[in-house]
């Protein structure tokens, strides 16, 4: 990394007051953030002679700039309130036949299971959660295995929240398309650190991702991209006026209609233009556009393959497994608990958290080698 990006960097992160490895729990806001909320706040302040169409217009913008990061259509992305809220509109909207399947990794974070586990007690589909057994991360052949005939959805984690594990999109999403499985990834311990790849993609029918952690964003919101397969299968349900294409003129909210804006607008959140939760994205999607998300990713394996080479292996057993690695590193202490270990480190300013008995290290952007030479010490301590 050159001179001047470091610098960017060091700027845009000067407000971190911690040694902090916990982007998995929450991303820190570039602080260019803070100028995009406060014009944000300024308008809500002072609402005087606000054009309707600039207002009304950010959420759009907003969804151009998402769209970019993964090089695909706007009319591919929605603006949602959580991963858990997507996973809803799949679960709700899809239009099942009797005895259909839906299959999860057993385990795996709650916004990819508690939505079907609710949406089964309409009697539309059977959920199945998997059991891995001994396998690492579910493979095409563990898949061919396991999943029932008439499965017609799996939903899966992109990298596991507790162990950091990390599947292989391509390899699963090729297999599940040659099924026609619908398939759907929650990115949010990933994407924002890593990259999706054009070729990942175009085998992925939903992609979820909230914005707060790797993403950088605000809390209370999440993007989404929809195939157009899966618009062509999954209905929205919910009637919203900011859907309308009538809400495109102000003088025409009257004239009522079930018609949709087109693409995945149609999966829209309510009040998507909401002014903060914008003025805050505005600022850490800018900021992830213009570091270049395969460069971020460069870097943050960078500065974990530095941790790994120079933690204490003594006293620490690795958890997660190198072959299925990305951003996250947990570990597990050979002696004491987790929990006595996290506060520790917190007395020493390094700011980590622990998720199933295991402390889980994240490595971002704003990371340093310096820094994790002081997260060492704290873990040799």
Not at 174 to 186: E, P, R
Request: proline share 4%; glycine share 4%.
């Amino acid at each position: 990394m050159d001179s001047a990006t470091q610098s960017l960097i060091t700027k845009e992160f000067s407000e971190l007051s911690s040694i902090y490895f916990n982007a998995a729990y929450f991303g820190p806001s570039p602080l260019r953030s803070k100028d995009t909320i406060l014009a944000a706040m300024k308008r809500e302040l002072d609402p005087s002679f606000y054009a309707y169409d600039d207002w009304m217009s950010i959420s759009e913008k907003l969804r151009v700039k998402f769209a970019r990061l993964l090089n695909v259509s706007a009319d591919t992305i929605t603006h949602s309130t959580s991963s858990s809220d997507v996973v809803n509109i799949v679960a709700n909207g899809f239009i099942f036949e009797k005895g259909d399947h839906v299959a999860a990794i057993n385990k795996d974070y709650p916004s990819n299971i508690l939505p079907w586990m609710l949406a089964e007690r309409h009697g539309k589909f059977t959920f199945d959660k998997l059991d891995l057994g001994s396998e690492v991360v579910p493979t095409p052949e563990w898949l061919e295995k396991n999943l029932k005939p008439q499965t017609r959805i799996f939903n899966v984690s992109y990298v596991t929240f507790d162990t950091g594990k990390k599947i292989d999109l391509l390899a699963i999403g090729k297999y599940l398309k040659s099924k026609n499985i619908l398939f759907v990834v929650d990115a949010t311990q990933a994407l924002g650190g890593l990259e999706i790849t054009a070729e990942e993609l175009v085998n992925i029918d939903v992609l979820t991702v909230s914005s707060y952690k790797w993403m950088l964003g605000p809390y209370g919101h999440a993007f989404a991209y929809f195939s157009q397969k899966a618009q062509d299968q999954i209905y929205h349900l919910n009637a919203n006026w900011i859907l309308s294409p009538n809400s495109k003129q102000v003088y025409n909210l009257l004239d009522y209609t079930t018609e949709t804006l087109p693409g995945a607008r149609q999966y829209d959140r309510g009040q998507a233009a909401n002014l903060l939760c914008s003025g805050c994205l505005e600022g850490s999607l800018s900021f992830l556009l213009e570091m270049g998300l395969p460069n971020i990713r460069k870097h943050n394996e960078s500065v974990r393959d530095y941790f790994l080479a120079n933690y204490p292996k003594e006293k620490y057993t690795l958890v997660t497994p190198l072959e299925h690695m990305a951003n996250i590193v947990c570990l597990k202490a050979n002696q004491g608990d987790s929990i006595t270990l996290e506060k520790e480190l917190k007395k020493r300013n390094v700011d980590v958290s622990v998720r199933q008995g295991n402390i889980r290290l994240s490595f971002h952007i704003f990371n340093t080698n310096a820094q994790v030479d002081e997260l060492i010490q704290a873990l040799d301590h």
